[in-house]
C-alpha cells in the first residue's frame, strides 16, 4: 500500500491547550495542563495575573469567584478582585471543585509552578499577560521572573501573548529570545507588529479568510487562531496553513492532526 500523501503544514500547526485545557479540567490549573500533555497539547496557555503583594499567578478572570471557592472562604471579599489578595490568601483557595469533585483541591497555580512543568511533559508554554489597571508592572515582574528562572525554560517551547502591545515591547526587550505573539492584532500595522512580534493571533477562528493568512505570512510572520473546539473549523484552519490552533479539547484536535 502507498504511504499517505504527506501534508507538511498539518504536521507543523501546533496543538494549543486553551487556558490549559478547559474544555475538559478546570482551567488554568496544573492538573489541566498534565491532562492537555498527556492528550497531545505541544504547550498549554495560561493566563498571568498579579496578586496584591505583586505576585504572578495563573487564572483568567480579573475576579476570584467564576473558578475558585472564594466566596465560601473569605465571605466579605467582594468583589473578589485578584489584585486585591496576596499570594498566601489565594493559595488557600481550591480552584478545581467548581469544575467537578475529581478536582477538589486543585490550587490556583504560580507562573513559578508552571515554569517548572517544562520539560516534564510534552506541552511547553504559551503565557498570556493580563494587562489592566489593577496590575501596574505585570509586564516588567514577568520580565525579571524569566530572566531569574532562564534555566527552567531556554531551549524548551516558550512563547508570551498578549492584547497589550505596550507589555508585549517591554518583554521582548528583556527576553528577545522568547517569541512574542500579538493578540487579536488582525486590523494591526504589520510592519510595526514584526518589530517585537513574530505572529498573531486571531480569536475569530471561523471568520479567518485565507487572504488574511497569506498577508501575514508574507510579512514572516506566524498566525496561531482560536480558541475553537470545532472540528471542522479546525480542518479549515489547518487547509489555510495556520500555524498552531488553540481549543479547550487537546484530544480532539490531535486526532484532526493525525489525518
Ligand atoms: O484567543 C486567545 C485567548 O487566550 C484570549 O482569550 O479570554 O481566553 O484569554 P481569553
Ligand atoms: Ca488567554
Known sequence: RPPKPSRPHFARAENIAHRAGSGVAPENTIAACARASASGADRC???????????????????????????????????????D????????????SWFSPRFRNERVPTLRQALEMLGKGRAGLLL???HSPRS???????????????????????ALQSFD?????????????VPILLLGGSGADLSEVEDFADALVLPHAAQLSAGQVRQIKARGLRVYAGPTDRPRVQRRLLSLGVDGIMTGVPARLRDVLRY
Open 45 to 83: 496557555e495560561f493566563d498571568v495575573q498579579q496578586t496584591k503583594d505583586q505576585q504572578l499567578v495563573l487564572i483568567h478572570d480579573e475576579t476570584l469567584d467564576r473558578t475558585t471557592n472564594v466566596e465560601e472562604v473569605f465571605p466579605d471579599r467582594s468583589p473578589w478582585r485578584v489584585s
Open 85 to 96: 489578595f496576596t499570594l498566601a490568601e489565594i493559595r488557600r483557595l481550591d480552584a478545581g
Open 128 to 130: 498570556e499577560i493580563k
Open 136 to 158: 501596574p508592572g505585570i509586564d516588567s515582574r514577568v520580565a525579571a521572573e524569566l530572566l531569574e528562572t532562564r534555566d527552567l525554560w531556554e531551549g524548551r517551547r516558550l
Open 165 to 177: 502591545r505596550r507589555a508585549l515591547r517591554t518583554l521582548h526587550r528583556a527576553v528577545p529570545d
